[in-house]
């Protein structure tokens, strides 16, 4: 038996920062790549100098490991993943821990949680964000799968997790099977609409206000400031102000065609699943699928009519208003977000903490923001909150911001500059707040086309009448 307290197969960028900050933290690390260059290209570089040991294979792996053995993959999700965790489970013995730690599909995490367990082993799906810097210096990490696998994996993981500014790790046990990993997703997916809230900041100032790079650079400075102050924002500011060799802005020259790995998606697919209205998300994924049109949007742009873009008016009023829009469609995207956690936590019998995964989101990963402490406030204050935009705090928040994102959307539609992030969050705000919407009509079609039968407003809920519409 060996005296390694864990061990990292892969070592690709993430795998190989979470490795060196395992050391960091006083741990000894052993490490496996199925490349063999890449082992010893890693000792070469920094693992020899860490302390990490490193195994040529599998088997070797394994035995450098104390007991409980606790093995971190850092592999490609999917196939790849499975590949290993069979090629494990013979070399481990009852008790030791696979820990998956890559991007994965939380059904996948829920299947390996059984299988693993039914192995006599156990198993944590934890997600990790962060990025290549999170990973060496501290990252938000969301584990979950089989509870019993906690108690020997905490100190670790808390160790090399980011801390708030009270120390308290932004690490903690999310809850069974596919929990750890399914909050991972709906962390990527806020942080596409994230993303896309400031792109569209970025497009009506640039586009509509024909704002200098620099103007915008500081705005996004200034905004940091306020309650916008975030990851995001910061390296938005950052992207403005730099130059390319030329000495034109570098972010003018990049191509708008934007990519994604899924996690976005998979957010929008879960949304549907469980019925929850979680527009914002699936408006930015559909705005970065729109993007790689981009040989029809150019041949689109020389036929297709539509007004100046320019947005008119007191520059300084304009600003201030898409400050206003930007933050309140943040607050639905994450009002959003925390309700599709709460559906998945019933479907799928998570006993989820929300306040606790607001916190877990506060430093390390991408989306860490000042936002989330006014989340965690929320929770606290009540744990059963239906949506964020019910409590005290946002309410009075969505109030201030209110009118400046209605002028916002009505200038862009005016200036026919997109703003689909904004618009749906609007959109939903409006539908959440309304007592009476139209689907009953879209019932009486169901039931006029499909004797698909509605309920009645002065019935009993539950009780299904059907009309002969024809015969009316």
Known sequence: MGTSDIAVIGLAVMGRNLALNMADHGYQVAVYNRTTAKTEAFMEE????????????????????????????????????????????????????????????????????????????LFIGTGVSGGEEGARFGPSIMPG??????????????????KVADGTPCCDWVGSDGAGHYVKMVHNGIEYGDMQVLAEAYSLMDVGLGMSYDDMAATFRTWKEGPLDSYLTDITADIMAVRDADGSPLVGKILD????????????????????????????????VLSAFKDQRVAAADILPGPEPAIPGDRAAVVSDL???????????????????????????????YGAIAYLWREGCIIRSVLLEHIKTAFGRAPDLASLVLDDYF???????????????????????????????????????????????????????????????????????????LDG
């Open 145 to 162: 799968g089989s509870a019993a696998a906690w108690p020997a994996v905490k100190d670790i993981l808390q160790s090399i997790a980011a």
């Open 46 to 121: 920094e693992g020899r100098a860490a302390g990490i040991a490193a195994a040529s294979t599998l088997e070797e792996l394994v035995g450098l490991l104390a007991s409980p053995r606790r093995v971190m993959l850092m592999v490609q999700a999917g196939p790849g993943t499975d590949a290993v965790i069979e090629a494990l489970i013979p070399l481990l013995d009852e008790g030791d821990i696979i820990i998956d730690g890559g991007n994965a599909h939380y059904e996948d995490t829920i299947r390996r949680t059984r299988q693993i367990e039914d192995r006599g082993l």
């Open 257 to 288: 065609a934007a990519g994604q790995k899924g996690t976005g998606k998979w957010t929008g697919i879960s949304s549907l699943t469980l019925g929850v209205p979680v527009t914002l998300v699936a408006e930015a994924v559909y705005a970065r």
């Open 323 to 353: 400050h206003d829009a930007l933050y309140a469609s943040k607050i639905v995207s994450y009002a959003q977000g925390f309700m599709l956690l709460r559906a998945a936590a019933l479907e799928y019998g998570w006993d989820l903490d």
């Open 395 to 469: 309410r009075v928040e969505l109030e201030g911001a209110q009118a400046g994102w209605r002028r916002t959307i009505t200038r862009a539609v005016e200036a026919g500059i997109p703003v689909p992030a904004y618009s749906t969050a609007l959109a939903f705000y409006d539908g959440y707040r309304t007592a009476r919407l139209p689907a009953n009509l879209i019932q009486a079609q169901r039931d006029y086309f499909g004797a698909h039968t509605y309920e009645r407003i002065d019935k009993p809920r539950g009780e299904s009448f059907h009309t002969e519409w």
